[in-house]
């Protein structure tokens, strides 16, 4: 009895321990707290530029993924901006929106609130490129007249649509940058007298320089500040319209002996920037920049690629290394699909522009309608907008808005692109923002999904894309 009672004493004694245990609050459990935002787009549109729930923490565990390597020592090129040409086409159909839609849309395209892609750089045509609806100069004039004061230079043709709306667009991002490159010259200045083709007469060389001077002062004058111009769009593709012939030697000649001095003697800031053409011709930049006397006037060489591969830009950079890269255009067209414009515009225009020194990024045209106009006679008839504007209350978004968005939205101006390494499929791109985060954006050019590793500063994060997939990783 006397051993029952001990046992039952010691019984009792445990479950009041218990008890005690079970009122004494216990720990909590830590959650996991995501250190690294991941957005995603889905070649099958399934996802579209969507922030992910995912949970990435760093840390140090092992695997046998595959690592992408940052290295925020490894310093290149500071980014000035990414974006598209607001053609005066794009900004006629947007101007076409009820004033509502028109400033949601805007608020979309240039804002900073989380539902926006914040683009930071704008690229304009001087006079008509081939995607407005009709072709025309600011000193246009009766066959056989000429105007060599420019007195009758006025930016009217362009008051109605453009100006406006880069207004409007300059209240929502004041510090958004602004190319402008002309597609044609007055036709009096050529030797054809046509908007198609022909090249500049020698003789208004100085005319169409300060034909240049006027346009800033007078885009200046209306609140726009032009950053940067290139002498002539696509100078060796004189079919489109309007468009114009210019060799590399007539181009440093026109930047040596006008264009530079006339800048110079206005006070002009505006940078100028050559070629604006294909990476077939790497040339093309290098003999202009070999010309000692046109190099001290320019800032960089701009670049296409509608021909040849994007590392054009690093044999140009190598050639003459103090001068920048600019990426200015390439546009989707109707017959393309979402998913293969997506992984090869981002593999090449947003992620090898970078990687091969560019400071832009610039997808072609902003806006368009259902029919993929307006243009001109002979002007492009494939050209798809990241925008299409259906009627005055209804717009979609197409490829070319969330190939930039994956930049544009977490890349400003001011961002230093840093180290990273390519391993396998996974083309990637890494900057370093001024507000100190990294930023990677990520395709995988593959044909199966993969898993891999992110690695920075000793300790790594695993996520995974689907082929063709585009993610952008902010930390």
Known sequence: MKFLFLLVMMGSLANCSESGNSTTPTDPITPSVNEVDFWLTKGDQTIKLEKQATILKFGTTTNIYPSIDINPNDVYQSVEGFGFTLTGGSAQVINQLSTSKKQELLQELFGNS??????SYLRISIGASDLNETVFSYNDLPSGQTDTSLAQFSLAPDMTHL???????????????IMGSPWSPPVWMKDNGSSVGGSLQPQYYSVYANYFVKYIQAMQAEGITID??????EPLHPGNNPSMYMTAAQQ?????????PAFQTASIATKIIIYDHNCDKPEYPIQVLNDASAKSYIAGSAFHLYGGD???LSIVKNAHPTKDLYFTEQYTSNT??????LQWHVKNVVIGSMRNWSKIALEWNLANNASFGPHTPGGCTTCKGAITINSS???AKNVGYYIIGHASKFVPEGSIRIGSSVVGNLYNVAFKRPDGKKVVIVVNDGNNSELFNIKYNGKWITTSLDAGAVGTYIW
Do not use: C, R
């Not at 940067?228 to 769009?233: E, G, H, K, L, V």
């Not at 393309?336 to 414009?341: C, E, K, L, S, W």
């Open 310 to 312: 994007i590392s054009a």
């Open 336 to 341: 393309g699909n979402f998913d293969g414009d």
């Open 252 to 260: 440093a000649d026109f930047i040596k002996n006008h264009l530079g």
């Open 393 to 395: 209350s209804s717009f």
């Open 114 to 119: 989380t539902a926006s892609i914040s683009i």
């Open 228 to 233: 940067a111009i290139t002498p002539q769009n």
């Open 163 to 177: 100006i406006p709306l880069l207004k409007e667009i300059l209240l929502i991002n004041p510090n958004i940058k």
